[in-house]
C-alpha cells in the first residue's frame, strides 16, 4: 500500500475527494495537522497536533449496498487492532470507539459520486494517541490512548495494520462472509441501553436492542421497534 504523510492539510478526506482520480486504490493519505478536520454531520474534529489522522481511498472492491455497512466494518477492524491494547474499548454505533463512555475513536465515510453512480469512498479515521490533556469542553467526552494506557504507539504500524486488515474485511463483506455485526454486537457500547436520537425530526427514546444484518440499529421505544440507519444516538444515564 502506498501512504504519503503531509505535515498540514486542510482535512485528509478533503484531499483525496480532489485527488482521487489520480490516486491509487487503497493509497493512504496521512497529516499530522488538519486545518479543517470534520466528524459526522460537519462536526470538527478538533486537532491537538497529538492524533492520528489518516483516510482511506477506496476504488474499487466496494458495492453500493456495502456502503452503509463500512462505518461498522471499520469500526470492528479498528477496534480489533486497538483491543489488545485496551480491553475497555467498545464500539458505539455507529461510527465511533469510546472507553468508559469517552470517545477515543471516529470514523467518516464518504462517497464521491457522480449521476447516482459511486466512484470512490473515502474511509476517515482519527485517533487520539498521545493527547495527555483535553480542551475543558471535551476534557469529559474523550480520551486518547496514552490515557489510557500509558504508553506511546507507532502510527505508522497502526495505519498499516488498520489498511491491511480492511483491505481484507472488505473481500469478506463483497463476499456476505463479513462478521462485523456479530462482532459489533458482542463490542457494543449501546445495546440493553437506553438512549435517545431523532427520527423525522423529533427526538425519541428506547432501548437499544439490535444490530441488524444491513448494519442498522433496531431500537425498542415505548410504542414500536424503530431501525435507524444512520444519525447520532446519545445513551441516556
Known sequence: MKIT???????TNSYIKRN?????HFEVISTNHQTEGKGRL???????????????????DIKMENISQLPLVVAMVIHDTLYPYIPDLL??????????????CGI?????????????VVVGIGINLS?????????ETATSFFLETNQS??????????TSKLKIE????????????SYSKKHSFLLGKKISFIKDSKIMHGIAQDIKANGNLLVKTSHEQIEISTGEVHLIK
Open 5 to 11: 504523510q503531509f505535515e498540514v492539510l486542510d482535512s
Open 20 to 24: 482521487y482520480e489520480k490516486l491509487d
Open 42 to 60: 460537519g462536526r470538527i474534529w478538533l486537532d491537538d497536533g497529538d492524533s492520528l489522522l489518516f483516510s482511506i481511498l477506496i476504488k474499487n
Open 91 to 104: 464500539i458505539k454505533w455507529p461510527n465511533d470507539l469510546v472507553v468508559h463512555d469517552k470517545k477515543l
Open 108 to 120: 467518516l465515510i464518504e462517497s464521491i459520486s457522480s449521476h447516482q453512480e459511486i466512484h470512490a
Open 131 to 139: 493527547t495527555q490533556l483535553f480542551p475543558e469542553s471535551i476534557k
Open 153 to 162: 504507539i507507532s502510527s505508522s504500524l497502526l495505519i498499516e495494520e488498520i
Open 170 to 181: 472488505l473481500k469478506y463483506l463483497n463476499q456476505n462472509k463479513s462478521q462485523f455485526v
